[in-house]
């Protein structure tokens, strides 16, 4: 067969062969150590340290009833959260840079529920929440219904994980035959709102991530003039921590803290 390994003068390397199918085995691994580690998890006297990959806004939610619940448990686990880059964090998953993502990841969890038993990752509904248009106090355009010509003559910011120039926003109106100029994108939605709150700028954001921005006071909301999904944040994880009695103590703990957030 293909040889996995060639001799190097630093020994052994790895062949491009053996990198594609580190994964599987990797996972294979992971499922054969999970089989044989203890069937429980015990937060007092185990310690952990889990990765969990999302948003600034999801983390300013989930964050803090997260610590509240580690703290008064007196458990010995700690997180760490890393930035949200994407809306597929599949890799991340894949390759162990995050125990854990939360977001909205539409084309992933697509993927997903396609490759059904074959999947290699889980995921669960936390909440569900909607856009909304998010302007400053005093904008020309606050004391009013919000119509679709008005929107589409205004400025905007958007938010854009991967910094690409065009949203779900965009389609939508492109679907109207509209469109609108942006200004300003970025990826964090506490700039968002703070770019807001010192211009005339119009963004898009789910409504339950407004407080999250730091701004609630200084904006208001609007519906959209135009139809956009609701929002599903979910969170997903690898198939091979599926039974890890140590990571399905800490879904619970966020499915917990997500409802304290919501």
Known sequence: GEPLFTRSKHGMTPTARAQALWPQVRGALDTLRHSLAPEAFDPLHDSASFS???????????????????????????????????????RLL?????????????EAIAAIQADGATARERHQRLHETRYVCVMRRGHP???????????????????????????????????LGRQRRIVLTVNQFFTAGQVVTQSDLLTVLPLSFVAATGTQDQVVTRALPFALAPIAVQMLWPVRQDADPAH???????????????
Do not use: N
Request: proline share 7%; hydrophobic share 45%; net charge neutral.
């Open 94 to 106: 894949r390759d162990g840079e995050a125990d854990l993502a939360i977001g909205h990841f539409p």
């Open 248 to 262: 399905r103590w800490l879904r619970a703990l966020v499915q917990q803290a997500a409802g304290v957030a919501a």
């Open 52 to 90: 969990i990959a999302m948003a600034d806004a999801t983390a300013t939610l989930i964050a803090p009833p997260l610590v509240r619940a580690i703290e008064t448990g007196r458990t010995q686990v700690a997180l760490r959260v890393k930035p949200l880059t994407t809306r597929d964090p599949r």
């Open 141 to 175: 355009l606050a004391g009013q219904p919000l119509t679709l010509d008005a929107y589409c003559e205004a400025h905007h910011l958007m938010v854009s994980f991967s910094g690409r120039p065009h949203g779900q926003v965009d389609q939508a109106l492109a679907a």
